[in-house]
């Protein structure tokens, strides 16, 4: 049993259902969703290694990811649970299912697919690496220094989300420097004895993380999984389309 305990909120009652957020986010990302699915299920938003309330280590793979999972999974005296992965989460969520037969109920994956994907975080590491924590006087500083990288302003405002203040400044919540050291292997691919979980897939209709070419890789792994579009809809399907997605969540999960 690992001393580096998860940090995890807790809502509702009834079936367990695991949340895990996606790269540079948190378990907050999630809450508006968790509160709707507490309702129905005992809902566990777990902030993953080097990310939100959770510890930090020079570690950052599916595999020590699973691994934490399984621990909190042990330690929450959790049986049976159905875990939905949003990106790195849903990578995560697919190590676990396939390194864990029998222990998953049903599995949600949300915008990703088991392949592994080109690295394309450069400009968002760099604009993060480029803040000095140790002079930096505000989040307007902070925010400004990384529009030089990052022109989004919804992206930079979801980045500094994990910029919090302390007693005298500020500090990442995310691991920078382990994320920047591993950045190859949280892209890379997932792979496995096929495991029969019944398995959704959820795919936003204007984005390209899952694509028709990975429809053989996803059968081949979970043959019995489903892959459902959402309209209207880009990476961060259950932000931008929260009731399609809680509509197509709900049906599978019923």
Known sequence: ??????FFRKL????????????FGASDNWLTIGKSLSEHFEVYLVDQRNHG????DPAHNFDVMAEDLGNFIKENNITQPIVLGHSMGGKVAMNYALSHPGKVEKLVVVDISPRGYKVHHDKILEGLKSIDLGSLESRKEA??????????????????????????????????????????LIVGEIDGEPNPVPTL???????????????????????????????????????EQPE???????????
């Open 53 to 56: 309330q959770s510890f930090h």
């Open 244 to 254: 399609a997605f809680l509509e197509t969540l709900m049906a599978f999960l019923s």
């Open 12 to 23: 509702g009652q009834g079936k367990p259902l695991i949340i895990l957020h996606g790269l």
């Open 201 to 239: 897939f959820i795919d936003g209709e204007n984005s390209n993380y899952i694509r028709d070419i990975d429809l053989p890789i996803i059968k081949k792994l979970f043959p019995d999984s489903q892959v459902v579009t959402i309209k209207n809809a880009g990476h961060w399907v259950h932000a």
């Open 1 to 6: 049993m690992s001393d580096k305990k998860l």
């Open 143 to 184: 925010d400004d220094r990384l529009a030089k990288y990052v022109p989004n302003v919804g992206e930079r405002q979801f980045l500094l989300k994990s910029l919090s203040r302390t007693g005298d400044g500020f500090e990442w919540k995310i691991n920078v420097a382990a994320i920047d050291n591993n950045i190859g």
